[in-house]
């Protein structure tokens, strides 16, 4: 059973545009937050997290979005290069757990 | 860049055999995982640990078992692959939970005919 799920496989956005990616979750207990960036052939990398005692979260061009009533996330990349063209997983952490939950990814192709 | 790194970073093997799969840290990090990716799936956990010899297995455990004897190795191993188990898989580590992030390693491609 998918706690965290992704329901958009890919997106395609023009360079220069907003790129947004979401993510939803049904565990309540789940009280932080993560953004995964994967290219081919490497292993993913950190890119910006939020708690969820914030509902928003910014770090340059990358900024996380937190609704907890709706149990949704988002990741809004603007403006979106070129370079920005990868995976993207998103993850959860419950507060009394060890284990990380991953979305199933979505496939982000900025189109220079 | 955490300094972890991930043993052989690609195997071929037959239905059958027995393979390990090796994470090795130089970041002294309490908390080890092991996910593999899958066309569909995302990252899905195996296994993972949070000391010397404690473990607690992931939602894909099944077919997989782990060991850690020492903080800087966590090893997988398949005891009789099946095609079913091909994947790439990531080893990931952090010291901290709800403030830290995971840092993966680079992965292993297993293939397994």
């Known amino acids: 059973d998918q706690q965290v799920k992704q329901n958009s496989p890919s997106l395609s956005v023009q360079e220069g545009r907003i790129s947004i990616l979401n993510c939803d979750y049904t565990n309540s207990m789940f009280d932080y937050f993560l953004w995964y960036k994967k290219y081919p052939a490497e292993g993913p990398t950190f890119l910006i997290s939020i708690s969820s005692i914030k509902d928003k979260n910014e770090d340059g061009r990358f900024t996380v979005f937190l609704n907890k009533s709706a149990k949704h996330l988002s990741l809004h990349i603007v403006p979106s290069q070129p370079g920005d063209s990868a995976v993207y997983f998103c993850?959860?952490?419950?507060?009394?757990?060890?284990?990380?939950?991953f979305g199933t990814g979505t496939s982000l192709t900025v189109i220079p | 860049d955490a300094g972890i790194t991930q043993s052989p970073r690609h195997k071929v093997t037959e239905t059958g055999t027995p393979v390990t799969l090796r994470c090795h840290q130089t970041?002294?990090?309490?908390?080890m995982y092991w996910y593999r990716q899958d066309p569909g799936h995302g990252l899905r956990l195996i296994h993972y640990s949070y000391g010397v010899k404690d473990t607690d297995k992931g939602e894909v455990s099944d077919g997989y078992s782990v060991s850690r004897s020492k903080t800087e190795d966590f090893l997988l191993t398949l005891e009789s692959a099946t095609s079913s188990q091909t994947s790439v898989y990531f080893c990931a580590i952090t010291d901290r939970l709800n403030t830290g992030e995971l840092f993966f390693g680079e992965g292993s491609r297993l293939t397994v005919l």
């Open positions: 970041e002294n990090h309490r908390y």
């Open positions: 993850a959860a952490l419950q507060n009394t757990g060890n284990q990380f939950y």
